[in-house]
């Protein structure tokens, strides 16, 4: 069994490594963290119901970040500068960003990155849709930056649906009608594994996809023009 790549930022992205996903019927499997990374067990999730993890195996965590200590390291690039560390009134913290012009975001992870999970709690303060442009919360894997290659799963508040897509060329794998609401949070899920792909909100499965057009890459998390968001564990 090849031993995949984590990353968990606590708050937000679990990349969690994924040694396999089968073809069998979406199941909830309880996370393996190693004892030696036990914070996750000491954070609680914003969903009113405890989240379990679908049909992959995780075995190892590579990096963890829940912004308590201020810091963001291991954070990086577009737009990542007009995100701010927020307390709460309940002392928890979360990173926000300012409403833009232009698309906002971060990217984590290496470019050899291969088959991994990335997951990540977001909530949506407000948008207004732009001409043409639809207010999109995405959350990317096997990313190269610079040509904008990824596969997405996306959350479009403007037209109220998710969807598992490829950039570029533009594909959409899976579409799904669903009711996406402001200061509501959502857990987003992305995995990879081989060919597999596969896109989840709120451990609910939006759609799958074969597809080997990108192999490798970085993990990333953006919100398009005129959306301003949270993320936390």
Request: contains cysteine; glycine residues 6%; charged residues 20%.
């Amino acid at each position: 069994m090849k031993k995949l790549l984590s990353l968990t930022i606590s708050f937000l992205f679990f990349v969690s490594c994924t040694p396999n996903i089968n073809n069998n019927t979406p199941v909830a499997n309880q996370v393996n963290i190693p004892e030696s990374s036990n914070k996750e067990n000491e954070m609680s999730s914003h969903l009113d119901t405890a989240y379990s993890y679908p049909i992959v195996q995780d075995s190892a965590l590579l990096y963890q970040q829940d912004f308590e200590n201020g810091n963001t390291d291991g954070l990086f690039d577009f737009g990542y500068e007009n995100f701010n560390i927020v307390t709460e009134d309940t002392n928890n913290h979360i990173f926000c960003n300012d409403q833009s012009s232009g698309y906002l975001g971060f990217t984590f992870g290496g470019p050899t990155w291969d088959n991994y999970a990335v997951e990540i709690e977001m909530k949506v303060l407000d948008w207004e849709d732009y001409p043409d442009t639809p207010s999109v919360v995405d959350l990317m894997t096997r990313l190269e930056r610079y040509k904008y290659l990824m596969y997405s799963g996306k959350l479009v508040f403007g037209y109220q649906f998710a969807a598992l897509t490829y950039n570029e060329p533009y594909i959409e794998y899976a579409i799904e009608n669903m009711k996406l609401e402001k200061d509501t949070w959502y857990k987003m899920r992305m995995e990879a594994a081989g060919k597999d792909i596969r896109f989840y909100v709120n451990n609910h499965l939006i759609g799958t996809a074969q597809d080997s057009q990108r192999m490798v890459g970085k993990a990333a998390f953006q919100v398009s023009p005129k959306v301003r968001s949270c993320v936390d564990n």
